[in-house]
């Protein structure tokens, strides 16, 4: 694996210089319209709890983009990371009796590479854009940007529900003005690591952003996974946010999620909210923090090996020493509701690099 990323990087290393000397054809492909994609996480992690400390890569992506001209666009990105997985879930209920509960997600070694995107992009006009292929799904990019520190932690959906953020199908955007735009999707709804299922099960999703001044920005989104099977049901997620943004120091904002049928499971709901704010404290420099809730519902079934209700803190300061490069000194607190629990402390050092 070692080899093949020095190799990918050894490439795109390659067509950068070549994109800022040349203006020749190379394979057909001419290398002013040709971009390199790179944006790495890296954290240095000390466990509290554990008395424990080590260092990983929580994400590595690395890709080229290709625009033909004004309105088609291709991307391709691999990415170097843990494939997002769900994970094995034991759920029984109220007389202790098993649920067999599918799962086709697929988790990876640690740092496999796999294919995340690849996209052609047609934007038909300035006010309408559509998207197929291995796609970037909107379910919480607006939440995602807002928030500013994805290096230091994801938003709510991704990290407790671990919704993969690319699927493959089509995505359409449409922008009505400068205040409302809309984008619809059709997926598999199972990650672009997993082919589609023999029944053609998809997975249909929906946002609206509504931005009235510029210091706010609002969004609502659902989705709509069917199950695979009859015995199951339909995932179902609500979620809505706002953010305010009175200048360019400042920003606070928040969100509040519920999914029905958590994993296609009958009736396991969960939901939450999450707040967040950052304030630039000199030029360059942020001190961050946010909340976040998390519950379940457990009145007819026991989550064995899930987090359970609980609560999250986030703090910290981040540093951007040069465009493009972040570094965060952070602090980490899951605090669960039942005692049983196992409680999360950890002291981390984020970093982020792209270009």
């Known amino acids: 694996m070692k080899l093949r990323l020095f190799a990918f990087v050894s490439f795109l290393i390659v067509f950068s210089n070549s994109y800022a000397q040349d203006t020749t054809n190379v394979f057909g492909f001419e290398l002013k319209k040709l971009k390199p994609i790179v944006q790495i996480f890296g954290t240095a992690d000390?466990?509290?709890e554990n008395n424990n400390y080590g260092y990983s890569f929580g994400r590595t992506h690395l890709g080229l983009q290709y625009q033909f001209n004004e309105k088609w666009i291709a991307k391709i990105i691999i990415d170097s990371g843990r494939a997002t997985s769900v994970g094995e879930i034991t759920v029984t209920d109220a007389n202790g009796n098993s649920l067999t509960v599918q799962n086709n997600a697929k988790e990876g070694a640690y740092y496999t590479m796999f294919l995340k995107f690849a996209s052609l992009q047609w934007k038909v006009n300035n006010k309408l854009s559509m998207e197929g292929g291995a796609i970037l799904q909107n379910h919480y990019i607006t939440q995602e940007r807002f928030w500013g520190f994805r290096y230091v932690a994801q938003?709510?959906?991704?990290?407790y529900w671990k919704i993969p953020s690319s699927d493959l199908g089509f995505?359409?955007?449409?922008?009505?003005?400068n205040i409302v735009s809309v984008d619809a999707a059709i997926t598999n709804g199972e990650g672009p690591r997993v082919e589609q299922d023999m029944f053609g099960n998809i997975k249909f999703a929906g946002g609206i952003d509504i931005n009235p001044p510029k210091k706010i920005q609002t969004r609502i989104f659902y989705h709509n996974r069917h199950s695979v099977t009859d015995s199951e049901k339909n995932e179902q997620l609500f979620s809505a946010f706002i953010g305010y943004k009175p200048n360019e120091i400042f920003r606070i904002g928040g969100e509040f999620n519920y999914m029905a049928n958590l994993n296609n499971v009958p009736e396991l709901d969960s939901y939450g909210f999450s707040f967040y704010s950052a304030y630039h404290v000199v030029e360059n420099t942020q001190l961050f923090v946010r909340y976040?809730?998390?519950l379940y519902d457990m009145d007819?079934?026991?989550i064995t090996n899930m987090k359970?209700?609980?609560n999250t803190i986030i703090g910290?300061?981040?540093l951007s020493p040069v465009s493009d490069v972040n570094i965060s000194l952070n602090y980490q607190r899951w605090m669960p509701d039942k005692t049983e629990n196992k409680q999360e402390n950890n002291i981390l050092v984020?970093?982020?690099?792209?270009f």
Not at 350 to 354: D, L
């Open 171 to 177: 995505i359409a955007n449409y922008k009505f003005n």
């Open 155 to 159: 938003t709510f959906q991704d990290l």
């Open 292 to 294: 976040d809730r998390l």
């Open 350 to 354: 984020s970093m982020e690099y792209k």
């Open 46 to 48: 000390y466990d509290i």
């Open 308 to 310: 359970g209700d609980g």
């Open 316 to 318: 910290g300061i981040s």
């Open 300 to 302: 007819k079934h026991i």
